[in-house]
Structures are given as structure tokens and as C-alpha cells.
């Protein structure tokens, strides 16, 4: 029998020791966190709050980081866009220049038999 009086004091300590600490809010230990007791405590309740707020501004951050990466995803396009269109540019620039020069607009007056011919004297200014 004292044995069995023995078990019925330490579990009455340990009921007595677990009403002490969920009595006292601001103890919390490695222990309770392991075990969950730390979810029922006053001292969890107390940070709810900032925990919502830690949570949204996590939301944020990610929101804004994906955002700013699309953004940077979307410049680079345009970049490679630009510089191809750019390169275009300059090469119909150069095809330009060499069909409208002189010479060749006169060997292309010749090749479709034109009967145009270059001009022998210089062209007169006329002054004011």
C-alpha cells in the first residue's frame, strides 16, 4: 500500500507543479515548447499579434521579391530586344548608305538601261 500512496503523492506534486506553471504566464521553458504546453499559456496569447504582423510582413516581402524579379526578368527582355532591333537598324542603315551613293546609283541606271547620264558640269548657286 505505499507503494501505491507513493505514486498518488508524486502525481499530485506533478499536478500541482503543472497548475504553478500554467499559472505563470511568463516562465517558458525549453521543455514546454517541446512538449505544446506553451501553446495554451497566457504568454502565447500575449504574442499572437505579433505573430500576425510577423506573418504579414513575411507575405509582403515575398510578394515584393517575386514582383521585383518579373520586373528584372521583364527589362532583360527588352534589353535583348532593344540591342537586336538596334543591330537591325544599323545594318539597313548601312544598306542605305551603300545603295544611295553615287556610284551605285548610277551602275543601277545602268544595269535597267536608263538613259540618264551624270551631269558634266556643276550644279550653279545662286546667291541672294
Given at each position: 500500500m505505499?507503494?501505491i ?5 508524486d502525481l ?11 499559472q505563470d504566464?511568463?516562465?517558458?521553458d525549453?521543455r ?6 506553451i501553446l ?8 499572437i ?6 506573418i504579414?510582413i513575411?507575405?509582403f516581402?515575398?510578394?515584393n521579391?517575386f514582383?521585383?524579379e ?8 527588352i534589353?535583348?530586344?532593344r540591342?537586336d ?6 545594318v539597313k542603315?548601312s544598306?542605305?548608305m551603300?545603295i544611295?551613293?553615287?556610284s551605285?546609283?548610277i ?6 538601261g536608263s538613259t540618264?547620264?551624270?551631269p558634266q ?8
Amino acid at each position: 500500500m505505499k507503494w501505491i500512496q507513493k505514486i498518488k503523492s508524486d502525481l499530485d506534486n506533478k499536478i500541482e507543479q503543472e497548475a504553478k506553471e500554467a499559472q505563470d504566464p511568463e516562465r517558458v521553458d525549453f521543455r514546454s515548447i517541446l512538449n505544446g504546453k506553451i501553446l495554451i499559456s497566457n504568454a502565447f496569447f500575449k504574442l499572437i499579434p505579433m505573430l500576425l504582423f510577423l506573418i504579414v510582413i513575411a507575405i509582403f516581402y515575398i510578394n515584393n521579391r517575386f514582383r521585383y524579379e518579373s520586373y528584372v526578368r521583364r527589362q532583360n527582355e527588352i534589353k535583348e530586344i532593344r540591342n537586336d532591333l538596334q543591330t537591325t537598324h544599323l545594318v539597313k542603315m548601312s544598306k542605305l548608305m551603300e545603295i544611295s551613293t553615287r556610284s551605285s546609283v548610277i551602275e543601277r541606271l545602268k544595269e535597267k538601261g536608263s538613259t540618264v547620264c551624270e551631269p558634266q558640269t556643276p550644279p550653279i548657286v545662286i546667291s541672294k
